[in-house]
């Protein structure tokens, strides 16, 4: 078990294009256990290799059904508009509202190299699309719509306003 530093806002990996994996191989899988190791013990439902100072295409993601871990993936279907609060292991203290697709379909090779195609919706689909940002060096402050000040009278507010500008 290897628990990896998970790098902050600010460090230039998190702003790159992570590169494709052209094949898994034994090092890929180590990497995959140390993302989950790293997810787990930071208590996160998702980890993108670039949060670990590796730019390559490859995220894990556990929301509660067991480890999944993606290589290469990708969106090929979304569908729907859903807005809700999310936060990053990469931005400390930081949570906001993001507009996300309410499905997605994703291809990706699993951790034996495998191809795979995952429907997600709800929390799944809502991880996904926060990871596979990552990838593109795109971090979830970018696309905030409002920010949640945590154990503030303005976090009720703010949620009234995100309906109003969802019933635009
Ligand atoms: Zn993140």
Redesign the pocket.
């Known amino acids: 078990m290897a628990i990896m530093e998970i790098v902050t806002v600010g460090h230039d990996v998190l702003r790159q294009e992570a590169k494709p994996v052209p094949k898994v191989t034994k090092k890929v899988q180590t990497l995959v256990k140390n993302m989950i190791d790293t997810m787990y013990h930071a208590d996160g439902v998702?980890l993108?290799a670039p949060?670990i100072g590796v730019s390559q295409r490859i995220i894990v993601i556990d929301i509660g059904e067991g480890p999944t871990a993606l290589v290469n993936p990708t969106i090929e279907e979304r569908e729907g508009l859903d807005i809700d609060v999310e936060g990053?292991?990469?931005?400390p203290g930081v949570n906001g509202y993001v507009r996300r697709s309410t499905r997605v379909v994703v291809a990706y090779l699993d951790e034996k190299g495998k191809p795979q195609r995952l429907h997600a919706e709800g929390v799944l689909s809502r991880a996904l699309q926060?990871?596979l940002d990552?990838l593109d060096g795109v971090?979830?402050i970018d696309n905030m719509l409002e920010e949640v000040k945590p154990q503030s009278e303005e976090a009720g507010c703010s949620e009234q306003t995100v309906e109003q500008q969802e019933s635009r």
């Open positions: 998702g993108a949060q990053c292991l990469s931005i926060h990871e990552h971090l979830f």
